[in-house]
């Protein structure tokens, strides 16, 4: 396993529900475009006008009834799309890529939590992205119950936020083994149950290192 190698910069934030990372990501390209870096911000499943489409169909909660394989074929198809459309032309012109969720949250939620193996998800994982690993993954840990009340109060649930507690600590158990079990270095854990502004600094400095 490589991490990505053309001249670009790809990092993902990654998590279980509540961490933060949609604000975080905000601040950070901010942070990097003030510094004077080419820089954009993504989210996953979206970020295209298809993979937006597949959004709104793997996510709805009209969908309760959408079979695992329909929702593991659906994340990657999001995932292909986006790829070739932004993330790989950005990475070989020497971008800075921040996406919200990418290839881990697969290996975790539908790999680990779902039950269809991490290594099929990261097979389908090289398929959609061939084969880019991100160089930094910043894993925004947070308790599951601190994360769901935050959730809450945003407003309305998705599909996945709509599953019990104990789906959550799953979640939260197959990140912290994953990066706990990473031997490529790019993983870095946060404390996501910090205040906004000290999640912030951590954040940025594991991205300053980075540069
Ligand atoms: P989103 O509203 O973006 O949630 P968050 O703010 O927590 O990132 O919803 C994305 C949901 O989709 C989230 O519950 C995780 C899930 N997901 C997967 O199960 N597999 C995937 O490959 C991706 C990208 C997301």
Redesign the pocket.
Known sequence: MKNQSSPGLLITLE?????G??TQIVRLRDKLTELGKDVIAL????GTTVSEQI?EV??SAKNAGMAYTT??LL??A??AQIYREIVLPSLAAGKVVLM???????????GI??GFGRELIEQLNNISTKETYPNLTILFDIPVKQGLER?AKAGTA????M?GTEFHEK?RKAYLDLAKEDKSGRWQIIDASKSIDEVEKAVWQVVAEKL
Do not use: C, I, W
């Not at 919200?100 to 539908?110: E, G, I, K, N």
């Open positions: 998590g279980g529900e509540g961490g990372k949609t989210r996953e499943p979206g959004r793997v996510l929702e593991v994340f990657q999001a995932r919200d969720r990418s290839r881990d949250s697969s290996v975790v939620y539908q939590v779902r959730v998705n599909r996945m936020e599953q979640v």
